[in-house]
C-alpha cells in the first residue's frame, strides 16, 4: 500500500503524470495533471486502487484531496472516474459546502452526476466531511480561532466554516459564521 510518492514529474498527459522515483516511473492518475511542473520536485498523496480489472494509482497534492476522492468512491454509483472529475472541476470547500447545504443542483454538474448520483451523494457524506477549512482558504485559520475563542465547538466550527464564502473579510467570516451558528442553537 503507498501512502506518498516523492520524486520527479517526468510526464504530464491530460490524465496522468509520470512521477520518476528511485528509477522507477509511476503513472498516476489525477485530477489536474497541469497543476504540476514538469521536471520539477513533487510529492504525491497516492491512493491505490485495485478492482477486477483495475489497479491503478491515483494521486492528489493534497491529503484533503485524498481524503475526498476515498469519500467519494464509497458512495454507491460513484467511480474512480466520476470522483476524479469532481475533484478536477472544483475546489474542495465549495464541494464540501454544496454537499452540506444538500444543493443537488450544484452536484449534477459535473459529468456524469445525475441527479440520484447527487442525491447519493448528499445522503452519503452530509455531516461526515472532516476537512480543513484552510485547504483553500489560509484565512480562515484566523476565523476559525476567532470562534474557538468564543468558546464555538470545532466541530461545530469546521462545519459552519464550509458553508461561508471565502470573498467575505475575515470580520465578515465571523459575523456570519456567529449568525449561522446562532441559528442552529435555536
Do not use: C
Not at 468558546?151 to 475575515?170: C, F, H, P, R, V
Amino acid at each position: 500500500m503507498y501512502a506518498t510518492i516523492q520524486g520527479f514529474v517526468t510526464w504530464i498527459e491530460p490524465s496522468y503524470i509520470v512521477l520518476e522515483n528511485q528509477g522507477i516511473g509511476y503513472l498516476i492518475l489525477t485530477p489536474n495533471p497541469y497543476s504540476f511542473s514538469l521536471n520539477s520536485e513533487s510529492k504525491v498523496f497516492i491512493h491505490h486502487y485495485v478492482k477486477e480489472d483495475i489497479n491503478a494509482l491515483y494521486g492528489f497534492q493534497s491529503l484533503e484531496a485524498k481524503k475526498m476522492f476515498i469519500k467519494l468512491i464509497n458512495v454507491s454509483g460513484i467511480g474512480p472516474k466520476s470522483a476524479l472529475s469532481i475533484l478536477a472541476n472544483d475546489r474542495l470547500d465549495e464541494l464540501v459546502r454544496a454537499i452540506e447545504m444538500a444543493d443537488i443542483n450544484y452536484l449534477k454538474r459535473f459529468p456524469g452526476i445525475g441527479p440520484k448520483s447527487a442525491q447519493q451523494i448528499i445522503l452519503d457524506l452530509q455531516g461526515k466531511i472532516q476537512l480543513s477549512p484552510t485547504e483553500n482558504h489560509p484565512k480562515l485559520i484566523d476565523v476559525e480561532e476567532a470562534l474557538v475563542a468564543l468558546g464555538y465547538k470545532k466541530t461545530e466550527i469546521k462545519k459552519t466554516i464550509a458553508t461561508l464564502d471565502g470573498n467575505l473579510t475575515i470580520e465578515d467570516m465571523i459575523k456570519e459564521a456567529l449568525k449561522k451558528m446562532t441559528r442552529s442553537h435555536e
